[in-house]
Nanobody
């Protein structure tokens, strides 16, 4: 059974940091791209950051570039999202998702990800 468990969310003040974790099981982790997405109630889900399976190439949405860092630990089947300099507009439920054989040009496409975790809430107060 494929499982993605996102954790690490919480309530922080603007400017502070959080580290989200995505624990994966039930699939070949090393062959899967992992993406972090977020959603605010009433708004569409948006992509935040992605890391490829092939060579660890990373991508970031412009809104988080320079503040967020995605990384993966294949030994632990885990992906992390280090979020620094948090802003109130980063408040959302964050989801991790996995997709097998995702080509680089499709990393930002939500439809490329077959499996989704349950989400973890990040609240940033200004």
């Amino acid at each position: 059974e494929v499982q993605l468990q996102a954790s690490g969310g919480g309530s922080v003040q603007a400017g502070e940091s959080l580290r989200l974790s995505c624990a994966a099981s039930g699939f070949t982790f090393r062959d899967s791209a992992i993406g972090w997405f977020r959603q605010v109630p009433g708004k569409e889900r948006e992509g935040v950051s992605y890391i490829s399976s092939s060579d660890g190439t990373t991508y970031y949405a412009d809104s988080v570039k320079g503040r967020f860092t995605i990384s993966r630990d294949s030994a632990k089947n885990a992906v992390y999202l280090q979020m620094n300099g948090l802003k109130s507009e980063d408040t959302a439920v964050y989801y991790c998702a996995s997709g097998a054989s995702v080509i680089l040009s499709n990393l930002a496409s939500q439809t490329a990800y077959a499996y989704w975790g349950q989400g973890t809430l990040v609240t940033v107060s200004s």
